[in-house]
């Protein structure tokens, strides 16, 4: 099955600094790159996706980018502000053999931004 | 548009009792997944139903069980109860067939002493 490594477990940043996570998978017929924002108390947040017909897409102060012969993509988020601050999952799924897409998660980075 | 659902929001039980946990899919959705997500690890697949059927299950024993209901509502249900069996329940729902994302539910945090 999908085996998905992130890094890093922990980030800490400066507002306004920028943040990178980096995640790669395994499984090379995975083509859907969900990245979810997990605050405390609550369920995770689809905050951006790539599939993987497309290298790059941006969403205001994210970006995902997508390297499918390296098999990683990674988040990339400018200008951090404190309410930036959560737990980031990012998620490989497979192309479905029946069913709907089922995502495995990465082990997830707890970003820390000092105001 | 009401999101995903779950009830309750926090449970305690103790080992070797069962317990059933409630979910409610976002509006127009019909698939709901559910996901076990232990302290400081991403979320566990454990088995989505379509049409009240378990069309895909993750790596869980049969002490784990669902059912959907007619209004794609669903249940998921632990027998025997474990103290491993202690985190995060998340439940999420999306299109069989259509667009890739799942919305997540809140969650249910199970405590099992």
């Known amino acids: 099955g999908e085996n998905v490594e992130q890094h890093p477990s922990t980030l800490s940043v400066q507002e306004g600094d920028s943040a990178v996570i980096k995640c790669t998978y395994s499984?090379?017929?995975?083509?859907?790159f969900p990245w979810y924002k997990q605050e405390l108390g609550k369920g995770p947040q689809l905050i951006i996706d790539i599939r993987s017909n497309v290298g790059e897409k941006k969403d205001q102060r994210i970006a995902v980018t997508l390297n499918k012969t390296a098999k990683h993509f990674s988040l990339h988020i400018t200008e951090t502000q404190p309410e930036d601050s959560a737990v980031y999952f990012c998620?490989?799924?497979?192309?479905?053999?029946?069913?709907?897409?089922?995502?495995?998660f990465g082990r997830g980075t707890s970003l820390i931004v000092h105001p | 548009d009401a999101g995903v659902t779950q009830s309750p929001t926090h449970l305690i039980k103790t080992r070797g009792q069962q317990v059933t946990l409630r979910c409610s899919p976002k509006s127009g959705h019909d698939t709901v997944s559910w996901y076990q997500q232990a302290l400081g690890q991403g979320p566990q697949f454990i088995f989505q139903?379509?049409?009240?059927?378990?069309?895909q299950r993750g790596n869980f024993p049969d002490r784990f069980s669902g059912h959907q209901f007619p209004n794609y509502s669903s249940e998921l249900n632990v027998n025997a109860l474990l103290l491993g069996d202690s985190a995060l329940y998340l439940c999420?729902?999306?299109?069989?067939?259509?667009?890739?994302?799942?919305?997540f539910g809140p969650g249910t945090r199970l405590t099992v002493t």
């Open positions: 999420a729902s999306s299109l069989r067939g259509g667009s890739y994302e799942q919305y």
């Open positions: 998620a490989a799924n497979p192309k479905p053999t029946g069913g709907s897409y089922i995502p495995t």
């Open positions: 139903y379509y049409e009240e059927e378990e069309r």
């Open positions: 499984d090379s017929a995975s083509n859907y």
